[in-house]
């Protein structure tokens, strides 16, 4: 393949046109004011928290001052990435700093995974030696802190949740509060029983929903940046699709990937028959991808194929198919409009 790859054999320029019309500014939606509301509540509730906590003698209040204070930490860093992401594309950086996005998401689950094992320690210390807890204090202060956290997560639901950024930023969130409600029947259970060992029950229960946000962050961006195919797309079966439509005889160099959260991209590498219409097909095989995929950043690289391609090719003519697909290491299944390797 060509570095441009946009000429075939009669000189036309067949190249993708597939960028019109295409969106990569940050989503409207992803509204900064509702973070920065949400900041400020958590902030103010973390230092009086801090406080009781330590007045209480509460692990599970500390732990969600603790918690707190990644939850401030995973705005903070959404905000800068949202403005990162929001600068326009130049020099070396062709998709701008979108990534800036997904690097946030991996801190958040990264985060939420280092605390969740620091409070699992702690929390199992207690089971064997639990402490004198003020279970009336801790009840008070965890009852607001439901409140309180019931308010930052309606916030930043303001916000756009597609965005692994916001959605991070939303599980820290979103476990808070049931760290806080963990919290609250954990003091009720001290007050009416004294059974102090509910603390630290209390911590490990939310300790599992702390492990179950922060994986499914790190697989989600990690996928991102690993440059997989978005999560609901078949690769294959997408290939298989483009390759069944009129005048396409060949599709191969398959690329679907992600540039950020929420903004797919495509590359392929197609041919067509001799007498085709590469303009139309390429029109054709956009609008599908657009209307069937969601998919509006694509490059197609359009050929006229041989008279050789033509030709049905032998299982395991490898040479065959290498020679007529114009690439001499094409990446990924070839895909004819027969029968396959997947």
């Not at 902030?43 to 969600?64: K, P």
């Not at 808070?176 to 630290?200: E, K, M």
């Not at 005048?247 to 903004?263: C, K, M, P, R």
Request: charged share 15%; aromatic share 4%; net charge negative.
């Amino acid at each position: 393949m060509s570095d441009h790859g946009h000429e075939h054999g009669s000189g036309h320029d067949h190249g993708s046109g597939g960028h019109a019309g295409h969106s990569h500014g940050v989503s409207a939606d992803a509204d900064r004011r509702w973070l920065g509301i949400a900041l400020g509540l958590i902030t103010a509730f973390m230092a009086v928290e801090v406080v009781v906590g330590i007045i209480a003698g509460s692990l599970a209040l500390i732990s969600d001052a603790a918690h707190m204070l990644t939850d401030a930490a995973s705005i903070v860093l959404a905000l800068i990435a949202m403005r990162l992401a929001a600068r326009p594309a130049r020099g070396g950086f062709t998709y701008g700093l979108k990534r800036a996005e997904i690097l946030s998401a991996q801190a958040n689950g990264l985060t939420l995974l280092l605390l969740g094992a620091w409070l699992a320690y702690e929390g199992i210390g207690r089971l064997f030696n639990p402490p004198e807890v003020e279970g009336g204090l801790m009840l008070a202060t965890a009852l607001v802190g439901i409140v309180v956290n019931v308010v930052a997560a309606w916030c930043i639901s303001k916000a756009n949740r597609t965005s692994l950024n916001v959605e991070g930023a939303y599980q820290h969130i979103l476990n808070d509060l049931f760290a806080f409600i963990g919290t609250a029947i954990a003091a009720l259970i001290i007050v009416t029983t004294g059974f102090a060992r509910a603390d630290a029950i209390a911590t490990l229960v939310v300790v599992a929903l702390m492990f179950k946000a922060g994986y499914g962050l790190l697989r989600e961006s990690g996928r991102i940046f690993l440059e997989a195919a978005p999560a609901d797309v078949d690769p294959d079966a997408l290939g298989d699709k483009l390759v069944a439509q009129p005048a396409v005889v060949e599709v191969h160099d398959l690329h679907v990937w992600q540039i950020t959260s929420g903004q797919s991209a495509l590359s392929a590498h197609v041919l067509v028959e001799p007498s085709g219409d590469c303009h139309a097909v390429r029109r054709d095989l956009e609008e599908l991808l657009r209307h069937d995929y969601g998919i509006t950043h694509t490059t197609l690289q359009v050929d006229h194929t041989s008279q050789q391609v033509l030709q049905v090719a032998l299982p395991g003519d490898r040479d065959l198919l290498g020679d007529a697909s114009h690439c001499e290491d094409a990446h990924g299944p070839v895909h004819r409009d027969e029968p396959h390797e997947h």
